[in-house]
């Protein structure tokens, strides 16, 4: 069984683009998650996504939004980059129940120069 | 609010030994709890997690964790430590209200285990 799969591995950006990260999630995952691990910061929870909307936000400006689509996949769209931007972007993706355990893609590491 | 602390930046133990990895935490009722290991530049792999009854978990790779609710721990354990287990690790509660789907990370623990 496939697992969650992110696009691409890694992104290069300037200062004031846009980046566009994809998510595909387990077979069968309604649910969705996108955090930001940025050196030093730890794991901070973006956003939570399940059957296309958006349920749950984490502290982070507007400029951070996403979607999902209705095959599950999501996009986390990060608009103005700023040089804080660079991180590991995780994805996520569970069944839409509370006790089940959160899948994570492999990342995909954004660097703004 | 829930939070989770993870009062060790780094845990350092001999090949062999037992390693604990400790979690605290904070939620509103009864919480789910969770353990995450990242290995470099990689995803968070799944190790266990706590729901309901029996206090002790066990997990992948020959991981427990003891649930304790009067003193709102969940420490990860191994009995005996492999120098494969150095890697970062993460304790995570999500609550059981609408917002759910918030799971929230503690800062991470890095185990090094030497031979």
């Known amino acids: 069984e496939a697992g969650v799969t992110q696009s691409p591995t890694h992104l290069i950006k300037t200062r004031g683009q846009q980046a566009t990260l994809r998510c595909s999630p387990i077979?069968?995952?309604?649910?969705v998650y996108w955090y930001q691990q940025a050196l030093g910061l730890g794991l901070q929870f973006l956003l939570w996504?399940?059957?296309?909307?958006?349920?749950n936000r984490g502290n982070f400006p507007p400029r951070f939004s996403g979607r999902q689509f209705p095959n599950y996949s999501s996009e986390l769209n990060v608009n103005a980059l700023e040089l804080e931007d660079s991180a590991l972007y995780l994805c996520?993706?569970?069944?839409?129940?509370?006790?089940?355990?959160?899948?994570f893609g492999q990342g995909t590491r954004l660097t703004v120069v | 609010a829930q939070s989770v602390a993870q009062p060790e930046d780094q845990v350092n133990v001999a090949e062999g030994n037992p390693l604990t990895v400790k979690c605290t935490y904070s939620?509103?009722?009864?919480?789910?709890l969770f353990w995450y290991v990242q290995y470099p530049n990689r995803g968070l792999q799944f190790l266990l997690k706590?729901?309901?009854?029996?206090?002790l978990v066990k997990g992948s790779y020959g991981f427990e964790a003891e649930f304790n609710k009067s003193q709102t721990s969940f420490h990860l354990k191994k009995p005996s430590a492999l120098v494969s287990d150095s890697a970062l690790y993460f304790c995570?509660?999500?609550?059981?209200?609408?917002?759910?789907?918030?799971?929230?990370f503690g800062a991470g623990t890095q185990v090094v285990v030497t031979p």
């Open positions: 996520a993706s569970s069944p839409a129940v509370a006790a089940a355990e959160a899948f």
């Open positions: 996504y399940d059957e296309g909307e958006e349920r």
């Open positions: 077979s069968g995952h309604t649910s």
């Open positions: 706590y729901i309901t009854g029996d206090n």
């Open positions: 995570a509660v999500r609550d059981r209200g609408k917002s759910w789907g918030k799971l929230q």
């Open positions: 939620v509103s009722g009864n919480p789910y």
